[in-house]
């Protein structure tokens, strides 16, 4: 393995999702007006702890094609990716090693799964990269490996504050641009991937937030955020002095962006929050209601949807001019038998968007 000093040329991909998977209905994006959801932020978050010296390009390879010629420009690749990619990681770190290019890969995938990449790359990247990013690099620098890079805390969000590079994506050609304000979820709902990758919640500072819209901004871009990633409100007092101070800067700038978010029911005893959401322009939430039987919520330890009836929550949301996205769950261990029912029942009382 070689070292990788100086001026460095590094390749960062995402590669394609399959034609049928959940995260890739191509048509209904086009019909929407993007070419795919969103820029992988992960990716573009690790590409502002790189060396300055460096040369980056990014791909999406669910945008654009990943040619022979691309991998051999690189000296060393990082590929991001979920569960579904599998396959065409595994298949993209091959050719690349065939070329004599260093491989990285990280992510949802790797971060779950690491033992299906490891020896495959040439580092594994498990979990957020701000704790092991400087060891990573001096590896790198040396030309060793640890194989897999891994610390269980989650990153000090005030002490890594980077703004993600925006810079290298073609925003326009996406139907949003993610922004992570928050990692992580005060509950533990045994389902969930999110609290196994990111934890306890953490959140970045007003000035975090403010930086990061003003570069986007100042980028040209225009339209939705997803704001969030895990719980919008797993602290409900910091986020309300950021959403209070995003309310004014909005105002300042005449509300150039509109705004998705991912929280917990019991956003809707929230009444504050609401209110700065309807002001900041969010149109959509995505809220797991998971399922229309209260004993299988339970027993999966997602109590706070028993303490509070989803139809009303959700008319609480929509009453606040949110639409509200829904996550359901069917196969739960200790299901009713009619448990299908009960959820199409809860739908149609809801009017939530599965």
Same mark, same amino acid.
């Given at each position: 393995?070689?070292?990788?000093?100086? &001026?460095?040329?590094?390749?960062?991909? %995402?590669?394609?999702?399959?034609?049928?998977?959940?995260?890739?209905?191509?048509?209904?994006?086009?019909?929407?007006?993007?070419?795919?959801?969103?820029?992988?932020?992960?990716?573009?978050?690790? +590409?502002?702890?790189?060396?300055?010296?460096?040369?980056?390009? /990014?791909? #999406?390879?669910?945008?654009?094609?990943?040619?022979?010629? #691309?991998?051999?420009?690189?000296?060393?690749?990082?590929?991001?990716?979920?569960g579904p990619q599998i396959v065409p990681i595994r298949a993209l770190v091959g050719r690349a090693r065939a070329l004599g290019v260093t491989t990285v890969v990280g992510g949802a995938g790797p971060t779950l799964q690491p033992d299906d990449f490891r020896g495959v790359a040439d580092y594994v990247?498990?979990?957020?990269?701000?704790?092991?990013?400087?060891?990573?690099?001096? !590896?790198?620098?040396?030309?060793?490996?640890?194989?897999?890079?891994?610390?269980?805390?989650?990153?000090?969000?005030?002490?890594?504050?980077?703004?993600?590079?925006?810079?290298?994506? =073609?925003?326009?050609?996406?139907? /949003?641009?993610?922004?992570?304000?928050?990692?992580?979820?005060? /509950?533990?709902?045994? $389902?969930?991937?999110?609290?196994?990758? $990111?934890?306890?919640?953490? +959140?970045?500072?007003?000035?975090?937030?403010?930086?990061?819209?003003?570069?986007?901004?100042?980028?040209?871009?225009?339209?939705?955020?997803?704001?969030?990633? !895990?719980?919008?409100?797993?602290?409900?007092?910091?986020?309300? *002095?950021?959403?209070? *101070?995003?309310? =004014?800067?909005?105002?300042?700038?005449?509300?150039?962006?509109?705004?998705?978010? =991912?929280?917990?029911?019991?956003?809707?005893?929230?009444?504050?929050?609401?209110?700065?959401?309807?002001?900041? #322009?969010?149109?959509?939430?995505?809220?797991?209601?998971?399922?229309? !039987?209260?004993?299988?919520?339970?027993?999966?330890?997602?109590?706070?949807?028993?303490?509070?009836?989803?139809?009303?929550?959700? %008319?609480?949301?929509?009453?606040?001019?949110?639409?509200?996205?829904?996550?359901?769950?069917?196969?739960?261990?200790?299901?009713?038998? !009619? *448990? *299908?029912? &009960?959820?199409?029942?809860?739908?149609?009382?809801?009017?939530?968007?599965?």
């Amino acid at each position: 393995m070689r070292a990788h000093t100086g &001026r460095v040329r590094c390749l960062l991909v %995402r590669p394609p999702f399959s034609d049928a998977t959940f995260y890739n209905p191509r048509e209904m994006f086009r019909l929407l007006g993007g070419e795919s959801a969103a820029p992988p932020l992960g990716l573009l978050i690790v +590409a502002a702890y790189l060396p300055p010296s460096w040369e980056l390009r /990014f791909i #999406d390879g669910d945008l654009d094609p990943i040619d022979d010629a #691309d991998l051999a420009w690189a000296d060393v690749l990082f590929i991001t990716g979920k569960g579904p990619q599998i396959v065409p990681i595994r298949a993209l770190v091959g050719r690349a090693r065939a070329l004599g290019v260093t491989t990285v890969v990280g992510g949802a995938g790797p971060t779950l799964q690491p033992d299906d990449f490891r020896g495959v790359a040439d580092y594994v990247v498990r979990g957020e990269c701000e704790p092991v990013i400087e060891e990573l690099l001096e !590896d790198l620098a040396a030309g060793v490996s640890k194989a897999v890079y891994h610390r269980p805390e989650g990153a000090d969000l005030a002490r890594y504050a980077r703004l993600p590079r925006y810079d290298l994506a =073609e925003l326009d050609r996406y139907m /949003f641009v993610g922004m992570s304000y928050t990692r992580g979820c005060p /509950f533990t709902c045994e $389902f969930c991937a999110q609290i196994e990758i $990111f934890g306890k919640p953490r +959140a970045r500072s007003v000035g975090h937030v403010l930086a990061e819209h003003q570069l986007l901004f100042d980028l040209g871009y225009r339209g939705m955020i997803d704001l969030g990633y !895990d719980n919008l409100i797993g602290d409900i007092v910091h986020t309300t *002095a950021v959403l209070e *101070a995003l309310a =004014e800067w909005n105002r300042e700038h005449r509300h150039p962006f509109f705004y998705s978010t =991912e929280a917990t029911m019991n956003l809707a005893r929230q009444p504050r929050l609401l209110e700065l959401m309807r002001d900041n #322009d969010f149109r959509y939430v995505f809220m797991g209601i998971e399922s229309g !039987d209260e004993e299988a919520l339970a027993k999966t330890k997602k109590g706070q949807n028993i303490a509070m009836d989803p139809e009303r929550a959700v %008319r609480v949301l929509n009453s606040y001019g949110l639409v509200v996205n829904t996550g359901l769950i069917l196969g739960f261990d200790g299901e009713r038998p !009619d *448990a *299908a029912d &009960r959820m199409l029942d809860m739908v149609q009382r809801t009017a939530a968007f599965p």
